[in-house]
Each structure stands twice: as C-alpha cells, then as structure tokens.
C-alpha cells in the first residue's frame, strides 16, 4: 500500500509565527479574498439552519470560542516565555496586541475602559476582515457578523480563567475618526462604522482580580 | 512504590490524561493500593495548585505540595491545563523540561480541529511520546 508520507501532527514544528520570515520558510499567511469566500461561505452555511439572528450571532460565537482556546494555547507557546496571564488589564493587552497582531497583522485600535460599568470593556476595529466583505440587510435587525471574532475573544478569555461574555456592535464613525485605509491592494469605499467589541467579565473575575491588588 | 511516576493532564472538570512511568528495571506494575494513594494525593493538590495559581504569572509551579516522601509538581498551561507528577524528589531541571516537552506536545494535540478542549485525550500517538519524553528526562538516573 503506497501511502503519501503522512506526518503526525504531533510531529510537526508549530513554527514562529511569521515575526521572523527567512527565505526557506513558506509564508504563513492566507489570503484575504480565500479567508473573505470561506467567511461567507460559514456565515450562509449557519444561515441556512437557524431560525432566527440570535441563533445565527450565537453559532458564529461559537465558531469562534473553539478557535480562540486554540490561538490562546498557540500564541503563548510561541512566545516562549512560559508565562501565562494572571491580571486582567494584562490578558486584554495581550488580546488586543499580541492576538490581533497575529490574527490580522496589526493591533487593535484601541482598548478602553466603560465609565459606566467597572467590568466592562471595549476593543475598537476600524476594519475587521469578517466584516469586510459582508452587507447586512436592514430586516437582519443588527446582526453583527463580526460576532466570530467576538467568539475568538471569548474563548481566550475564558480558557485563560477570565469568564466574559463579549458581544460585537457597529457604532458609526465619530467625526473626526479617520480609520486608517487597509492595503492599498483592496479599493473599497471608506467604511462608515467600526467594530466595538464589548467584553462583558464576570462578577467572580473581578472580585478576585481586586483582591491582587 | 516510590519508584513510579504519576503523571496525569487535569482540565476543567477531569482528568484528560494519566500515566504511569516505572523505572528501568524495577518492579512491574506498583500495586493497587499504592496507585490509589497516589491518585488521591495528585488529586487532593489539586486545591493547592488553583491558590497557587493566581500568585505567580509563570507556568511552571514547581511543587505544590509534599506528602511523605513524594512530591507533587504542576506546570500550568496558558488555557489553564494542569499537568501533574508525582515524583520523589526529581531534580527541578529535569522535571521542568519534562513539562515543557509535554507542553509542546499538548499545544499541537490542541491544533488538531477534532480535539475538543478540556476532552480526554485518546491519542495513542500522544500516549507514545509522553512515554518517550518521560524515559528521556525522567527515568535516567
């Protein structure tokens, strides 16, 4: 029986990560237009087994969380540094630099704290690449297809032992925000809203996280 | 019955993994009793390595706790997976690259897409290499 080499997985190199991209290595980056088919193709694959938009935002997340228990495993192997996230302000910083930049090649555009609610939080993209290429209709009622993503967070959150529930919102553009434009590669008309992902923590994680001083 | 090893991966709710490593040339396997104590001290850590866990940002926890003779020895993972042995007094070293090997070995299991988290783990291909990795650093003396 003449079988193609088959390699475990379990010998596989997991690889750098493309920080350091030598000429013998293969890239390890996709492409924006097979991520952006593959996108669309999950989102109407759901569509056409749900009844409704919450059942619809609700498998998108998730999609998402399994993904986000893996790239949180991942990222902080390749790190290298065999240290895990313990405080709060420290696993959002690494989600909206570290896991963005790996994700999507840049960081979040910014981090912010609610005034209103001590837990809750907000990571802010301009242009999230799932939501890109998708135009909701208005009787979709504020689906937000970005909700995959919202998953990923959750699930990073959660396996590194800080439980949240994170919802993705389009909030138009204030005046005076101006995004800045994604690769000149890809000509679209300027976007009119950005992506806020609110994360949601559980009472529990505050609690403690307070009492670490 | 202090020359076996108990290793075993803990995630959320259950034990994903457990092994036993003998060494060369010693006794077959311990007897019973003695592999119920040794579940029930790994298992009674377990308490210990969550308080010791929201103390330090570092994986490694090195021991958590020491029943007579034998030692207990965590190495968290980022997702909060914890890896346990059972050891009677390993050189810090050894046991630190055990873990790191068997940490490397459970990131790429947890690429597979049909691996679910926090399930136990079944693959015999991992059953393997946690041996190999064990007579590599663990049993050499």
Sequence with gaps: ?213 | MSSTLLFVIVGRNEPLYEAEFHKRGGAGASSDAATRQNYFVLHSALDLVEKAAWATSGMYLKVVDKVNNQHVSTFLTAGNVKLLLLHNGRSEDSIRHFFQDVYELYVKLSMNPFYRYDTPIKSTDFDTRVRAIARRYLLQS
Excluded: C
């Design chain 1, 1 to 213: 029986m003449n079988r193609s080499p088959l390699v475990n997985i379990l010998d596989r190199p997991l690889g750098k990560g493309g920080a350091t991209r030598s000429t013998t290595t293969t890239d390890q980056s996709v492409s924006l237009s097979s991520f952006a088919y593959l996108y669309s193709e999950m989102v109407q694959y759901h569509q056409n087994r749900v009844d409704s938009i919450s059942e619809l935002e609700r498998r998108l997340e998730a999609t998402g969380y399994s993904v986000g228990l893996r790239v949180l495993e991942l990222l902080a192997y390749r790190a290298r540094e065999y240290k895990r996230e313990t405080r709060l302000m420290n696993i959002l910083q690494f989600v909206s630099t570290t896991v963005w930049k790996s994700l999507f090649g840049k960081a979040a555009d910014s981090l912010e704290r609610s005034i209103d609610h001590a837990d809750e939080f907000m990571i802010v993209d301009y242009a999230p690449i799932t939501s890109t290429f998708v135009s909701v209709p208005s009787d979709f009622g504020g689906l937000s297809v970005d909700a995959y993503l919202s998953g990923i967070i959750a699930g990073i959150l959660e396996g590194a032992g800080f439980p949240a529930r994170v919802t993705a919102h389009s909030v138009s553009l204030e005046e005076g925000e101006t995004p800045s434009s994604i690769s000149s590669v890809v000509v679209l008309p300027p976007r009119k809203e950005k992506t806020v992902f609110l994360v949601k923590f559980a009472p529990t994680v505050l609690t403690r996280d307070n009492a670490m001083g």
